[in-house]
T-cell receptor, first 109, second 114 residues
Framework: DAKTTQPNSMESNEEEPVHLPCNHSTISGTDYIHWYRQLPSQGPEYVIHGLTSNVNNRMASLAIAEDRKSSTLILHRATLRDAAVYYCIGDTGRRALTFGSGTRLQVQP | KAGVTQTPRYLIKTRGQQVTLSCSPISGHRSVSWYQQTPGQGLQFLFEYFSETQRNKGNFPGRFSGRQFSNSRSEMNVSTLELGDSALYLC?????????????FGQGTRLTVV
């Protein structure tokens, strides 16, 4: 599996941008980078995924380093509802998501 | 459109019993995966099905099994329950043949073994 490293926790203020980093130095050239989040008492929620170039969707942006050894999930304006554990996953093509411990994001009003 | 539906939401079983959990994927999704979440081990992959075939299995004992039906609905079974099987069991479905791509998770079944 592509091992990923994320900070254990981060804090942000409401309505400010949040940059969640992830290192995945062992990722292969064909592995997707996935981001999921899990709100309290809910199942994980798909956020975004990418392969090489930066990606945007209605929830977030994903900035992938040129060497693909790291990526950053960007929440453009954090809300209280964005408080969750964010998981960065390097896909191995095994059709399974290997979740690490993720980053717990706290959003202050 | 309806999301991934898991039933039941909560379950209490006694050690030694068996249990069957059900998952209805999003309409049109043929890949269904199962995960176990515990406070100590986090989220761990159990198995993945695509078009009624198990394509991948995680590192769990043979007491954990599953199947997928022709309508993509899936069930997982745990036999001879142990206290350590108490966990949140999550099902995820994906439109993509790759399985883990854009997976949508259900709310889970909270299993308590006493």
């Amino acid at each position: 599996d592509a091992k990923t490293t994320q900070p254990n926790s981060m804090e942000s203020n409401e309505e400010e941008p949040v940059h969640l980093p992830c290192n995945h130095s062992t990722i292969s050239g064909t592995d997707y980078i996935h981001w999921y989040r899990q709100l309290p008492s809910q199942g994980p929620e798909y956020v975004i995924h990418g392969l090489t170039s930066n990606v945007n969707n209605r929830m977030a942006s994903l900035a992938i380093a040129e060497d693909r050894k790291s990526s950053t999930l960007i929440l453009h304006r954090a809300t209280l509802r964005d408080a969750a554990v964010y998981y960065c996953i390097g896909d191995t093509g095994r059709r399974a998501l290997t979740f690490g411990s993720g980053t717990r994001l706290q959003v202050q009003p | 459109k309806a999301g991934v539906t898991q039933t039941p939401r909560y379950l209490i079983k006694t050690r030694g019993q068996q249990v069957t959990l059900s998952c209805s994927p999003i309409s049109g999704h043929r890949s269904v995966s199962w995960y176990q979440q515990t406070p100590g081990q986090g989220l761990q992959f159990l198995f993945e099905y695509f078009s009624e075939t198990q394509r991948n299995k995680g590192n769990f004992p043979g007491r954990f099994s599953g199947r997928q039906f022709s309508n993509s609905r899936s069930e997982m079974n745990v036999s001879t329950l142990e206290l350590g099987d108490s966990a949140l069991y999550l099902c995820a479905s994906s439109l993509w043949e790759q399985g883990g791509l854009e997976a949508f998770f259900g709310q889970g079944t909270r299993l308590t073994v006493v």
